[in-house]
Nanobody, 116 residues
Framework: QLQASGGGWVQPGGSLRLSCAAS????????MGWFRQPPGKEREFVAN???????GYSDSVKGRFTISRDNAKNTVYLQMNGLLPEDTAVYYC????????????WGQGTLVTVSS
């Protein structure tokens, strides 16, 4: 199971850090990722952590968001800086085993609202 937290309201230019705690899976053998679904739009990829210092980001968040993980705590984080109104979305964490491209595990989502 994945439990996401840390969403909320923030003004443009502000920062938030999302957390996602994993249980019931072998954390070290899973790639962790963040996705988001803006209002009225489809879910989209945000970032993933391939491990070994190899993160991946969508072009829209590159340079502003940072994904990291703490294997000791079975937790993945998404540090979001320089937030823009278009970052408003429900953010989901997800996990997939290193041997597959299927994102099997999903968190419940946490809402991030960026507005003045």
């Amino acid at each position: 199971q994945l439990q996401a937290s840390g969403g909320g309201w923030v003004q443009p230019g502000g920062s938030l850090r999302l957390s996602c705690a994993a249980s019931g899976l072998t954390f070290r053998t899973h790639i962790m990722g963040w996705f988001r679904q803006p209002p009225g739009k489809e879910r989209e990829f945000v970032a993933n952590d391939l491990g070994r210092g190899m993160p991946g980001y969508s072009d829209s968040v590159k340079g502003r968001f940072t994904i990291s993980r703490d294997n000791a705590k079975n937790t993945v984080y998404l540090q979001m800086n320089g937030l823009l109104p278009e970052d408003t979305a429900v953010y989901y964490c997800a996990a997939r085993h290193v041997s597959t491209s299927n994102w099997r595990f999903w968190g419940q989502g946490t809402l991030v609202t960026v507005s003045s």
